[in-house]
């Protein structure tokens, strides 16, 4: 039997750290989903990934069951660590935080192709390339 889904609710967790606190209790409780229990196999799935942000992307069913689907980090998060920055710049075009090369750009853009809305490689890079500057880091070729 397929089970109706109620709803979907997107969450950007520290891997391996999720509590019931907020966000995570407020956004699962008033579906009636059990909260402890999303929490106790989404720190499992992601506790070898400790220190990245991971989405997760959760289908809530009608008998308040669900399943969840993780997501790579967020591109930004992926380009701090790779650059060793802490945050990004508030004036992009006129500060530069940091650099990074090429190689490592379509590292990345390789980790999150399935994530961006192409399949391209060389758009994937593009794409990659701009949350970058927009962040003030400089991409070496």
Do not use: C
């Not at 039997?1 to 609710?9: A, C, E, G, H």
């Not at 407020?26 to 070898?48: C, D, S």
């Amino acid at each position: 039997m397929i089970k109706k889904i109620i709803t979907t609710v997107k969450l950007a967790l520290p891997a391996g750290k999720a509590t019931p606190a907020p966000p995570v209790g407020p956004a699962l409780g008033q579906h009636g989903v059990n909260i402890m229990m999303f929490v106790k196999e989404y720190n499992a799935r992601t506790e070898e990934q400790k220190g990245s942000i991971i989405p997760a992307e959760i289908q809530i069913y009608e008998d308040k069951s669900f399943t969840f689907i993780l997501k790579t980090p967020p591109a930004s998060i992926l380009l701090k660590q790779a650059t060793g920055i802490e945050k990004a710049t508030k004036a992009p075009r006129r500060e530069q935080v940091g650099s990074i090369s090429y190689k490592e750009i379509q590292n990345i853009a390789k980790i999150k192709i399935n994530e961006l809305n192409t399949k391209d490689l060389s758009k994937a890079i593009k794409i990659i390339e701009g949350t970058a500057k927009n962040m003030g880091i400089s991409v070496e070729t």
